[in-house]
């Protein structure tokens, strides 16, 4: 979270109809990027109207790089609008009486100095040809693509996401996290994402974020999210939304065929599905990790085109199954199961080969 730092303590019951419920959370954000994964019910929109100061805790204190947000101690609550936090709900939430325009401008209506400039973000977001339309001509993506850059345009100190994916197709999914993971590291301003899609918020907190996984109103755990795949409890956050493997690599085209390079340094590439248009250089592609096949030796005579050599960089358990990372010149995450990784005598170190169907890779922007 570059250099902001937000240490929170605090305690929320909330009254619901089918039973009590409290929130009862302790942690310092510190990190650019921080994931929060839970599955619905757990308090991730309630710790993040808790840090907006839509809530109120029961008990506890905020502080935000020394200033207090909350201190119920001292009784002191610094309301929503003092705090400096940009907001992106899950459903957009944009002022249906003003064009894309006038709604970017509300955003960039608050004093002090701005982290990006309007017309640079209108290009960052590719708002340009919307900004005279009405949200109600919007599609889902262009919508949280607006709600962003307001959110931006607002001057935050801290930016909260509440699940914006959430109402998107999962490829406009994609293509929007896409461009939101470079966006924010470019910007500068640090963020919490909300999600119940476990390689979402694996995917966005990247290499120098962090994630946190919530259960029943509690932090569970926190760390790097490589790390955390092996803590106990990941397990049921993959049962509907399995892991997926998201990659940008440049294209190349011969013979009529699209393929993907591997690595800067690997001349491996992977071969793409036939509708990657002729003339692309760049594509983002989606892979489930159940959806890779591991051997240990080449196989042959098989109906898939794509069989990778790569190196075994890790392997953890994932709650009565596994997940091995294979380094084919990009890191590829494989579900496996306990037997799989015990007979075949998977370990850190091996070498094996990953089978790639390309009916298996979904391709999100060509």
């Not at 907190?205 to 029943?216: F, I, P, R, S, T």
């Not at 956050?237 to 013979?255: G, K």
């Not at 959806?291 to 050599?309: C, E, F, H, Q």
């Amino acid at each position: 979270m570059g250099d902001l730092r937000v240490d929170i303590q605090f305690r929320r019951r909330l009254r619901r109809s089918e039973q009590p419920f409290a929130l009862q959370f302790a942690h310092t954000f510190s990190s650019p990027v921080t994931s929060v994964v839970g599955p619905n019910g757990c308090g991730k929109t309630t710790l993040l109207n808790l840090l907006a100061g839509l809530l109120r805790p029961d008990a506890g204190r905020i502080h935000c790089d020394g200033d207090t947000w909350f201190d119920a101690s001292s009784r002191r609550c610094l309301p929503a609008r003092g705090r400096g936090v940009g907001y992106v709900f899950q459903e957009g939430r944009l002022f249906d009486h003003m064009t894309v325009r006038g709604n970017l401008r509300y955003g960039a209506s608050r004093p002090g100095p701005q982290a990006v400039a309007f017309d640079e973000l209108v290009e960052l977001l590719g708002l340009g040809a919307l900004l005279e339309r009405w949200p109600a001509a919007l599609s889902g993506g262009q919508r949280q693509r607006v709600a962003l850059g307001r959110a931006l345009l607002s001057r935050p100190r801290l930016l909260l996401m509440d699940e914006p994916m959430a109402s998107l197709d999962r490829p406009t999914a994609w293509r929007l996290l896409g461009e939101l993971h470079p966006l924010l590291r470019r910007i500068g301003v640090p963020a919490i994402y909300v999600t119940h899609h476990l390689s979402e918020a694996v995917y966005l907190a990247g290499d120098d974020g962090e994630l946190v996984v919530m259960a029943q109103g509690a932090l569970q755990a926190a760390g790097r999210p490589t790390q955390m795949l092996d803590r106990p409890g990941m397990g049921h956050l993959t049962t509907e939304e399995p892991l997926e493997n998201v990659w940008t690599l440049a294209v190349t085209h011969r013979d009529g065929q699209a393929f993907a390079r591997l690595g800067d340094a690997n001349e491996l590439e992977l071969e793409l599905p036939a509708d990657v248009p002729p003339d692309a250089t760049k594509v983002m592609i989606a892979l489930r990790a159940n959806d890779v096949i591991l051997a240990t030796t080449r196989p042959v005579g098989l109906s898939a085109r794509n069989v990778l050599p790569g190196t075994i960089e890790h392997v953890g358990p994932l709650d009565g199954h596994a997940w091995v990372r294979v380094n084919i010149g990009v890191p590829l995450l494989v579900s496996v199961t306990d037997g799989t990784v015990r007979s075949m005598g998977l370990a850190e170190g091996g070498q094996v080969f990953a089978v790639i169907k390309t009916t298996s890779l979904q391709i999100i922007n060509p």
